[in-house]
């Protein structure tokens, strides 16, 4: 060992070795940067649970005014989209089936007279409410059976509005004849407000999810794949015959990822504010900051997959097999608190769910840096652990 | 490239269609598959933990949402409105006495909702009482706050709606325990067809099975024939006297067996572990998964034809493959509710179509008029890649 170069100019060739590998491919530049924008806008709009433009049905066995004024009153809620008309019972199977509407409303012949009847108050006395015989049927697909739910509850809304105006229009006659109309008017007001998001936009969700879920799949792939590739092109053994130690051929593998993983997020932050509007409240340097821990714990599962794969193929499954239950227990499409508890200890360990929470509070709710730091450090650990069982998987494969 | 440009047999000769050589080529990929553990991972392990996951992580049923109720009024009205809410199974109630204690609550996360019943609360609902039967003018009636993290707007929305339904039933239990004369409200008799109970796994584990098969069918050939590429081995698959055609059908046999046989532990699991019913026919789900590998299969294809690069193949079927499997087939996301443009996006997604037919068949049945046009699209999806891909080729070799 006559001549050795420090440690940073050695780390700084291997640096500059990998960036060069993974930007001077145009295609793999191109792979990097445009398809995640094109992403991040196509699904932010999509991953929507909203429920808008509902196409239902309408069967009209009453022809009455109040059955009338019912569809016409499903017409004008911007929730649904497209009224069938429908002229049997027998379509009713036949457009459910075919997907064709989400729901039918079937009113029977009785609706308007009982619809009047229900308007006269019921004496305290009365046994049975609401035990009324059902003239109207809401028929809905249980195939989607989430938007099913929601949308039964806007029919719900108009119906009992139908039926509270109803009533008032009774009330008010029998008013003048007399008797009170008590209780026909809510006496408690609920006053909602929905704080960080007024007006409940999804996409202010949407956006800051999905962008800590690209960088997951970035983060994954480019590392996942960065040590199996050198394996399988057998350049592997070059950088082990030269003198970088194992910490740091890892730290070469690490930090070309985390600064493709600071480019990729500047793109998707300002996408985000400029384009896409939504609101940034927070500090941007914590946002930076705990993604720059998010990054090394990703990096971190990414290279201990790699260290693990024999070629790329499996690196790549591998680390595919990770990033499905890793989006699935982030708390994206369905909240991790209502996940089986034991699934619950098993979304700790998973830094996706961490960084979303961290992504959401510094895009809407100004979270303080205390809260951040106290989600940042569970990633902290993951980082550590899947760090280090990389580099002594690594290593113990060099032994062998 | 030498190899393929070097090529100089007659024309004439690949293109006559050899069912020998065809046997030869898909004994030697399967081979390939076989003998990869990654395959075997990939299309029976993979579909396993992820069938798993979606059958137990995955709930759109929301339940035992975390709000706190703040009593900044204790009179026994407002503890009565606050024993309703805990009462409730929608909630997963705490009390407090100062908003403050818990808004913090909100910001971190830990709550969905805050419910305060402010200090007037049943002074004022009292007045309310009065002045209605003096037939007096009431003054400003009795308000119940609900604060929620918009920043979960499915959950917020949640909130606010069974809030409002928890105060409205309090307020019908109330009336009904003083005799209080009421309308009776007018509900809708309602049933929910083919998932009565409106269980969310029932239709998110058909919808996963799309999901699962677009990983099987496109991930893992797009990486196979990219690393053939990349090894030059496909160049040489093309200097022997094996027609286009011919490649392309020995490429995709095996994966074709492969996904057909991931897709049958799926159903087996979503059957017999997942309780899921099946009320189509096994024949109709057969073809309609056969149908529905042609485009998955040949997205794969297509994507290692132009990528040649197992890195850049990887992220482009996980990108074109996988990501729109799950956000825009409407198997978590429903597609009415996307904007325009984005459900003109997906028209081109052919897992979209399968999900319709999964859903379909194992909720209602064999509705040969809906599934019939979705197989058409999926297989025309799959024409469109396998041509270009076939076309892609022959080029490369002039």
């Known amino acids: ?52 433009n509902v196409s239902m049905a309408v069967l009209d066995e009453d022809h009455s005014r109040w059955s009338w004024e019912l569809i016409q009153r499903f017409r004008a809620s911007p929730t649904f989209a497209d009224v069938v008309m429908l002229d049997g019972a027998r379509q009713i199977q036949s457009v ?55 949308v039964q509850g806007y029919a719900a809304e108009i119906i009992s509005g139908l039926a509270r105006d109803a009533a008032a229009a009774r009330g008010g006659a029998s008013a ?14 609920v006053i909602g407000r929905n704080w960080f998001n007024p007006n409940l936009i999804y996409r202010w969700f949407t956006v800051p999810s999905i962008i800590a879920l690209l960088m997951t799949v970035t983060g994954l792939i480019v590392t996942g794949l960065s040590l199996a590739r050198e394996r399988e092109l057998a350049t592997l053994d070059q950088l082990l015959v030269s003198p970088l130690t194992t ?19 500047v793109f998707f932050v300002s996408a985000a504010v400029l384009v896409l509007q939504v609101p940034f409240n927070g500090s941007l340097a914590l946002l930076f900051l705990s993604l720059f821990v998010f990054m090394l714990s990703v990096i971190g599962i990414g290279l201990f997959i790699s260290s693990l794969a024999q070629t790329q193929q499996q690196a790549i499954l591998g680390a595919l097999a990770l990033i499905s239950p890793a989006v699935l227990l982030s708390g994206f499409a369905s909240p991790v608190e209502s996940m089986p508890g034991w699934l619950q200890v098993v979304a700790e360990a998973n830094p996706l769910k961490h960084f979303m929470i961290i992504a959401r509070g510094v895009f809407l709710k100004d979270m303080p840096a205390a809260l951040v730091l106290a989600n940042t450090w569970p990633m902290v650990a993951i980082a550590a652990v899947t760090l280090t069982a990389a580099a002594l998987v690594f290593r113990r494969k060099l032994g062998s | 490239m030498q190899a393929a440009s070097g090529m100089s047999a007659p024309a004439s000769a690949r293109t006559r269609f050899d069912p020998r050589r065809l046997a030869a080529l898909f004994v030697k990929e399967s081979h390939q598959v076989v003998r990869d553990p990654s395959s075997i991972l990939i299309a029976f392990v993979l579909p396993a933990i992820l069938l798993f996951l979606f059958g137990y992580a995955v709930s759109l049923d929301i339940n035992r949402v975390r709000v706190a109720v703040v009593l900044e009024d204790d009179s026994p009205e407002a503890y009565s409105l606050a024993s309703s809410f805990l009462g409730s199974s929608y909630f997963d109630v705490s009390i407090a006495r100062d908003r403050r204690q818990v808004e913090e609550g909100l910001v971190s996360g830990e709550l969905y909702g805050v419910i305060v019943v402010p200090q007037d609360f049943a002074r004022r609902l009292l007045a309310a009482g009065r002045a209605d039967s003096s037939d007096g003018v009431s003054g400003a009636p009795a308000s119940v706050q609900v604060l929620t993290d918009g920043s979960q707007p499915n959950t917020a929305a949640f909130v606010q709606n069974y809030s409002q339904g928890a105060v409205t039933n309090w307020l019908q239990q109330r009336q009904l325990t ?40 496109t991930l893992l050939t797009a990486l196979v024939v990219a690393r053939e590429w990349e090894r030059g081995t496909m160049e040489a698959l093309m200097a022997t006297p094996i027609g286009i055609f ?153």
């Open chain 1, 176 to 189: 003048r004849s007399g008797s009170n109309s008590a209780g026909s008017s809510p006496a408690v007001a």
């Open chain 1, 247 to 265: 910490w740091e051929i890892l730290l070469g593998k690490t930090i070309p990822a985390v600064i493709v993983g600071a480019i990729q997020a």
């Open chain 1, 96 to 150: 459910l089936d075919r997907q064709q509407v989400l729901l039918v409303l079937r009113i029977g012949e009785t609706f308007a007279r009982d619809l009047e009847a229900s308007a006269q108050p019921v004496s305290g006395a009365a046994e049975e409410g609401g035990a009324r015989p059902a003239s109207l049927q809401l028929i809905l697909d249980g195939r989607r059976s989430n938007t099913a739910q929601i």
């Open chain 2, 178 to 217: 003083r005799g209080a004369a009421m309308p009776a409200d007018l509900a809708a008799d309602t049933r929910v067809w083919y998932n009565p109970a409106l269980h969310s796994r029932d239709f998110l584990v058909p919808g996963s099975i799309a999901v699962i098969m677009t990983i099987t069918g």
């Open chain 2, 246 to 398: 011919e490649i392309l059908a020995g490429k995709l046999a095996p994966y074709f067996v492969l996904g057909m046989a991931a897709m049958t532990v799926c159903v087996i699991a979503a059957v017999q572990v997942f309780d899921v019913p099946l009320r189509g026919s096994i024949g109709a789900l057969v073809a309609a998964s056969a149908v529905f590998l042609l485009p998955a299969l040949g997205q794969g294809l297509l994507i290692s034809t132009l990528a040649r690069n197992q890195f850049v193949a990887a992220q482009a079927a996980v990108i074109s493959g996988f990501l729109p499997a799950f956000l825009l087939s409407g198997f978590i996301f429903d597609i009415a509710s996307m904007p325009v443009p984005i459900q003109v996006v997906t028209h081109v997604v052919a897992a979209r179509y399968f999900v319709t037919c999964l859903k379909t068949l194992f909720l209602v049945g064999d509705v040969w008029p809906l599934l019939l046009p979705n197989m058409a699209a999926m297989a025309a999806i799959g024409a469109v890649f396998l041509g270009i891909t076939a076309l892609r080729t022959k080029k490369r070799l002039d």
């Open chain 1, 1 to 52: 060992m006559a001549f050795r170069l420090p440690m940073w100019v050695r780390l700084r060739a291997l640096i500059v070795k990998e960036l060069l590998a993974l930007l001077r491919d145009p295609k793999s530049r191109v792979v990097l940067i445009v398809p995640p924008l094109v992403q991040l806008f196509v699904f932010s709009f999509a991953a929507t649970l909203e429920v808008k």
